[in-house]
């Protein structure tokens, strides 16, 4: 069997943007840069063997900043800085010296010797216009610097603490698209609502896009795909499939419908999802195959949640109708097997085994990787979206767990695994007030969940995970909840012992700017996750902004730490993906829920934010 993926790896996965677009799509520029030979300075590499240095060579590109940009976003360029970076017991340290080159125009690369050989390295590329800061950034991880001999890497340049362009000519404004990374760092991006219609009371979502984007983010090039998806979609979910080299898509709808008033998230029925609940991308050919046995054993879902097994086999869970699904059905994973049978180009869904019951029916819900099992095979915490009904007991801590939350625990058997709710959840989270009187125990519906990491104390083990916004549904009187600012929590698991239950327990932080849901919540570097977009409240346009949460400190930032922040393109229902450089590629959305949602004729916005705090210290 494989390895499991790494946190970062699964968070990438399941984390699983943007709304108005731009007048015409940014040119890609490639940045002439001198070939040269660079010594060292007084702590440099002249200390090494020659034989434990080599050479970096690299071609650089570089992508227009958003608004305003001359045509060479490299006018102002004058010096070029390599950071090489190496892990150590501590973290991520600086591996030798640090070149600086200048900027020349009229060549192709630049070469940056006598460098500490070694792997795996981070290696980082800094712009400067002058003294001060750096204004670009570039960086490749996993890197091998070999040995007597020159590295080449291309490096895309991306504008620091500002919003670089992307995108192509007469994309669709895209609400509910997709995104997954795939091989070497590239992203898929899929589907999503490129229009809608007043009905009466309600505005009408239609028109999925079947088109597919891939954004190289070694080289900043944004290609439309060969070839179409199967079937038109938004609302679906992605995960890549690296024995198979190909993407997993599931799921989505093909209409959805709102109020005016945008007082609740779209609705839909299971007669509104997409006939084809999946179907794959080949990433070599540049194609899309579907599904074998399409309908069999793969249900209809909306905002599904695909959770990664060794082996490449897929657990499709949640995405059911919300705020209340009729069928139980929906508490029943589907399971996807990457095994092939004879003259089979993908793998298919397989009939689902008892042991993938959840142990509620979810819908708008959270998965989070949670860690490694003492054998080997995966850990994830699902969070939310499951709706509780009036005779729900708030008192009693562990049906609240049952609702709230629950781990899944992948077995040694391959495409198998147990959910549990045998947990205590205590805290902050519960109960909630609604008006001045009424108490009632919601759950959070289209939040987002973050791994933070693991400690160990005297109680165990725990894995802490950052759950930021999400909108809650009131049964007694049946209706969607503003969202609320202090939706934000620390959400901390410990597994069970022979002795004690498990337990969840929750810490309310502060610093959300506005309650939001429908956001993106993304790791950027190893010390930050950002917040982009939502909605803050019903039938108003999208207010919220970008957000970081510091991990060391365990607070939010303030604005003087992310001053581009302002110059967000404020929209919700986008995506949101981190790239190999830490950076945050957002991709579709809308500014508003409700009344004039999206226009076929606008462009999609399509930028990526690389935060100051990713330069390496």
């Known amino acids: 069997m494989r390895s499991p993926p790494t946190a970062l790896q699964a968070r990438r996965r399941l984390l699983a943007a943007s709304a108005r677009g731009r007048a015409a799509a940014p040119r890609l520029v490639r940045a002439g840069l001198a070939a040269m030979a660079l010594g060292l300075g007084a702590c440099a590499a002249e200390d090494l063997p020659a034989e434990d240095t080599g050479g970096v060579a690299s071609q650089v590109f570089a992508l227009a900043t958003c608004g305003g940009q001359t045509a060479d976003p490299f006018a102002a360029l004058k010096t070029l800085q390599l950071i090489v970076r190496e892990p150590s017991a501590t973290g991520l340290q600086i591996a030798g010296a640090s070149p600086t080159a200048a900027y020349s125009t009229g060549k192709s690369s630049i070469v940056f010797n006598d460098i500490k050989a070694g792997s795996p390295f981070e290696v980082n590329m800094l712009g400067f216009g002058g003294a001060g800061t750096a204004q670009w950034f570039g960086r490749r991880t996993g890197v091998n610097i070999k040995k007597n001999d020159t590295t080449s890497l291309e490096m895309a340049l991306m504008a620091v603490e500002n919003f670089t362009c992307v995108g192509t000519k007469n994309m669709a404004n895209a609400l509910f698209p997709a995104s997954v990374v795939m091989d070497n760092g590239r992203v898929l991006l899929t589907g999503g609502f490129t229009n809608s219609t007043p009905d009466g009371g309600l505005v009408r979502l239609e028109s999925p896009s079947d088109a597919a984007y891939i954004f190289d983010g070694n080289t900043g090039t944004f290609a439309k795909s060969k070839t179409l998806m199967k079937e038109a979609r938004a609302g679906h979910a992605m995960i890549y499939l690296p024995k198979l080299n190909q993407v997993l898509i599931v799921g989505g709808a093909k209409k959805m419908a709102i ?359």
């Open 259 to 617: 109020p005016v008033d945008g007082s609740t998230p779209p609705i839909w029925s299971v007669n509104d999802g997409v006939s084809l609940s999946y179907e794959i991308y080949d990433v070599g050919s540049d194609t899309f195959i579907a599904g074998a046995d399409n309908g069999l054993n793969a249900k209809k879902r909306v905002f599904p949640n695909l959770i990664a097994l060794t082996d490449d086999y897929v657990v499709a869970l949640g995405g059911a109708p919300w705020p209340v699904s009729n069928s139980d059905d929906y508490a029943k994973s589907d399971r996807f097997t990457s095994n092939r049978e004879q003259g089979q180009k993908t793998g298919k869904f397989v009939p689902a085994l008892n042991t993938l019951q959840l142990n509620t029916v979810r819908a708008g819900a959270a998965v989070a990787y949670v860690g490694p099992t003492a054998n080997g095979t995966s850990r994830y915490f699902i969070w939310g979206g499951a709706t509780i009904d009036q005779g729900y007991d708030p008192n009693n801590p562990l049906t609240t767990a049952i609702k709230h939350g629950e781990r899944f625990k992948e077995s040694t058997e391959p495409g198998t695994g147990e959910f549990s709710s045998d947990y205590k959840l205590e805290g902050d989270f519960l109960p909630q007030k609604v008006g001045d009187t009424v108490a009632t125990d919601t759950s959070l519906f289209f939040p987002t969940l973050t791994p933070l990491g693991k400690t160990v104390d005297k109680d165990g083990e725990w894995y802490h995970f950052l759950s930021a916004g999400g909108v809650r549904y009131d049964p007694k009187a049946k209706a969607w909840l503003q969202p609320k600012a202090d939706d934000l929590f620390k959400v901390s698991l410990k597994e069970a012992t022979e002795s004690t239950k498990g337990r969840i327990k929750t810490a309310r932080l502060s610093g959300l700017a506005k309650g939001v849901y429908f956001h993106q919540a993304n790791q950027s570097g190893a010390d930050h996750v950002l917040l982009s977009g939502g909605f803050s409240a019903h039938a108003q346009p999208a207010s919220q902004l970008v957000q970081a949460f510091n991990l060391p400190s365990g607070k939010m930032l303030g604005s003087n730490d992310m001053p581009a922040a302002k110059n967000f393109v404020l929209r919700g229902g986008h995506t949101g993906l981190t790239l190999r450089n830490d950076c945050v590629i957002l991709f579709g959305g809308t500014s508003q829920l409700g009344a004039g949602v999206l226009s076929s004729q606008q462009q999609a916005t399509s930028d990526i934010y690389c935060p100051k705090f990713l330069l390496p210290k």
